[in-house]
Every structure is written in C-alpha cells, then in structure tokens.
C-alpha cells in the first residue's frame, strides 16, 4: 500500500518567493496533519484536517502560513512570502480516527 | 495548556548497554503512542498503549502505561547500533480527531 507521498522532497528558495507543499494521505485516512520540525522547536503541529475541515491551525506560525485541504486525497501547505526562519523540515501525517499516524518522506525546505 | 515532557534530550551509551526515555503528562492521557525516527528519516509508529499499568514488549523494546495515565516510558535492552535515532511520546488526548500532543523527543547515540 502507498503510504503518505509529499512533494517535492526538497525545495530551495529565495527569500519572498511563495513556497507551496503537498500531501496526498492514506486513502481511506479521515484526519490530516501538517507538521514543522527544526533543531531548535523539534516537532510543531502547524494545523489538522478531520474529513477535510480544518479543525485547529493554532500552531501555524503567521499569517503567511495557508493550508487547504480541496478533497480527502489531497492538502497543500503554502507559504507566502517564505523567509529564512522558514527553513525547516515539513512532515505531513495522516490517520484513521485515533489510531496511530503515518508520516510522509517530509520536504527538507531551506529559504535563502 | 496540554503538554507531553519528555526526558532526557539525549543519551548516549556503549552498545551493549541499556536505555530509557520518559514521558510525563500534567493531565490524563486517553492513550500514549511512541514512535521513533532515524536520522533523516520521519517518524515511524511503534506502540500504542491505552489501558492503566499496560505493558508491552517489542524485542528487546518495553513500554510501559503508568497507573494514572499521566506517564509513559520506553526501556531498550542492550542496546544495538540499529537503534540510534530520536524515539518520541506522543499522547493523545480525549476526544481529538487524533491529533498527539509530541513529547520533545529522545535522541539516542550508540557508541560500538
């Protein structure tokens, strides 16, 4: 079975420039989650989805932080405009109610 | 606010020997669920625990439940190569659409 697919795996960028991520879920998975992880802050839970409705974005940083979730296979993380505090890892996770989440490859982010 | 400590930051041993991570939870956890991720990997789910005083092997792994449901932890015997990487708690809490409060994370280095 496929298991939770990100892309693109790394993104390097220019300061300013709109940085846009995406998770494709388990099929069948009901609950989306959106993931930071750095040295210094470990693993940030940014925002989660339940059957496509975003249910709590109070770990996403700023404004210039967006998340969709259009359909149940599909979810896109945006940031615009990106700056070098940025640069992170981005996991993104999914799950069947309360049962154990499975992570993406994540995308290695580095915002020059 | 709901919060998973999780000590300690980093342990680094002698192959051979053991290791322990704890986790500790101000409030009543529904479940606990440790994962564990490798250098540049993501995080890979390895045990769910539910009930009070739960115990549960995985090789040379022990988990344990506390009697309260407020603290978990992860007991690795003679400890191998294969196991460096960050081990992480995560609980759950009530009702959630799934979403894991993540302790800071373990990271542990075997010397052979």
């Known amino acids: 079975d496929a298991g939770v697919i990100q892309s693109p795996r790394h993104e390097v960028t220019e300061m300013g420039q709109e940085v846009t991520l995406r998770c494709k879920p388990i099929?069948?998975?009901?609950?989306l989650f959106w993931y930071r992880q750095t040295m210094m802050r470990g693993l940030e839970l940014l925002i989660y989805?339940?059957?496509?409705?975003?249910?709590?974005d109070s770990g996403m940083p700023e404004d210039r932080f967006s998340a969709k979730m259009p359909n149940a296979s599909f979810s896109t993380l945006k940031i615009q405009p990106s700056e070098p505090r940025d640069s992170a890892v981005y996991f993104c996770?999914?799950?069947?109610?309360?049962?154990?989440?499975?992570f993406g490859d994540g995308t290695r982010l580095s915002i020059l | 606010g709901q919060q998973v400590m999780q000590i300690p930051q980093y342990q680094h041993v002698q192959e051979g020997e053991d290791f322990t991570t704890y986790c500790n939870s101000s409030t009543t956890l529904s479940n606990i669920q440790w994962y564990k991720q490798r250098p540049g990997g993501h995080p890979v789910f390895l045990i769910q625990l539910v009930k009070s005083g739960e115990v549960k092997k995985q090789k040379r792994l022990t988990f344990q439940f506390g009697e309260a449901k407020k603290n978990s932890s992860l007991h690795i015997t003679a400890t191998q190569t294969t196991d460096v990487g960050t081990y992480f708690c995560a609980g759950l809490y009530g009702t959630s659409y799934g979403k894991l409060t993540f302790g800071q994370g373990t990271i542990l280095t075997v010397h052979p």
């Open positions: 989805f339940n059957n496509n409705v975003p249910i709590d």
């Open positions: 099929s069948g998975h009901n609950s």
């Open positions: 996770a999914s799950s069947l109610d309360y049962q154990p989440q499975h």
